[in-house]
């Protein structure tokens, strides 16, 4: 059996919202947003550009909240695509995360996650995929905190 028959995701029976990249992000932005109950200082911001020594990078969106005294910053890449999310994606999200001082990164997709990516993801320290096909969570330093919980 294919990965892919074997990992049907429930939104496969229904027909693709027919919105713009644009709106994608929106959606995945007011999806964060609904953290703000058990988080202080939630803070969503749709292309926040950050500029570090090695260059400037705009993420899709931010997300700064405060939670037991600390402060968070997670890094967020929506991805509106027809074609599974391939590892490369991946590969320059950990490489900004690291870049810019998060401490977690996410891949949203409306799509699937490549054989390729998965593989990656189970073969390093750095992701791993949530299994249902729609997210990436990027680990910190090698130490996972625990997925994140994108529905």
């Not at 049907?8 to 932005?29: G, H, L, M, S, W």
């Not at 700064?64 to 968070?72: C, E, L, Q, T, V």
């Not at 890449?77 to 391939?86: G, L, Q, R, V």
């Not at 401490?103 to 992701?127: A, E, F, P, Y």
């Amino acid at each position: 059996m294919h990965d892919e028959a074997r990992i049907a995701r429930p939104t496969a029976q229904y027909p693709p919202a027919d919105i713009t990249p644009k709106q994608f992000e929106d959606f995945v932005a007011s999806l964060l947003g609904a953290a703000e109950p058990i988080v202080d200082n939630l803070l969503v911001t749709l292309h926040e550009k950050i500029v570090v020594a090695d260059g400037t990078y705009d993420f899709d969106a931010t997300v700064r909240y405060d939670f037991a005294g600390m402060s968070f910053l997670v890094l967020v890449e929506a991805k509106k695509h027809k074609n599974a999310i391939k590892h490369e994606l991946v590969q320059i999200l950990h490489q900004k995360v690291g870049s810019v001082g998060g401490h977690k990164g996410v891949m949203i997709s409306n799509g699937t996650i490549s054989k390729r990516c998965s593989s990656l993801c189970q073969r390093t320290r750095h992701c791993a995929g949530d299994g249902d096909g729609r997210s990436i969570h990027i680990r910190d330093q090698g130490r996972d905190t625990g997925p994140a919980n994108v529905t």
